[in-house]
């Protein structure tokens, strides 16, 4: 069984109070995946949302069936599976694959989205964490992308 212990280290989490870890708790699942294991799949139902504990979650894209890429990584700490807070039969948008074995915290969407409502402190205390950790993917993979244009032959000509 989980105690707020065990939130201190996942980062929106050790934003909110001990109160208000301990109103969560009782709606967490620990979840064990082996590596290569799919926790969910584009297109599926977002009905969870995810805070990974231990180990290192990738989040792929399928472009075809014999390509797919890695868009990103998940490491101890961070959330993923952000549809999940957005609204009722939103999919997920990309894969999720454990690279190691994974200790995942898991919580029913409207479980969570109900916590938050009913404390709108508690609310906008994890959503202005929640977009700090969108901002700072957003900020990445902007430098990724302006590295990579600034790298390419063909438009390192026009520069």
Request: charge should be negative; include cysteine.
């Amino acid at each position: 069984m989980l105690v707020v212990d065990d939130l201190k280290d996942i980062v929106i989490l050790s934003y909110l109070s001990e109160d208000m870890q301990l109103r969560m708790l009782p709606y967490l699942d620990v979840l064990h995946f082996d590596e290569g294991e799919t926790i969910f799949t584009e297109g599926d139902t977002a009905d969870r949302f995810y805070f990974l504990k231990r180990g290192k979650i990738l989040l792929e894209k399928r472009i075809s069936d014999t390509i797919t890429f890695a868009i990103g990584s998940v490491k101890p700490g961070y959330s993923f599976g952000w549809s999940a807070m957005l609204a009722l039969n939103l999919a997920y948008t990309s894969n999720t694959v454990c690279a190691e074995p994974c200790t995942v915290y898991s919580i029913r969407a409207e479980r969570l989205r109900s916590l938050l409502e009913s404390d709108h402190h508690m609310g906008f205390i994890f959503a202005q964490r929640l977009l700090w950790v969108v901002k700072n993917r957003l900020d990445h993979r902007t430098q990724q992308f302006v590295t990579l244009l600034r790298n390419h032959p063909d438009i390192e000509n026009l520069i």
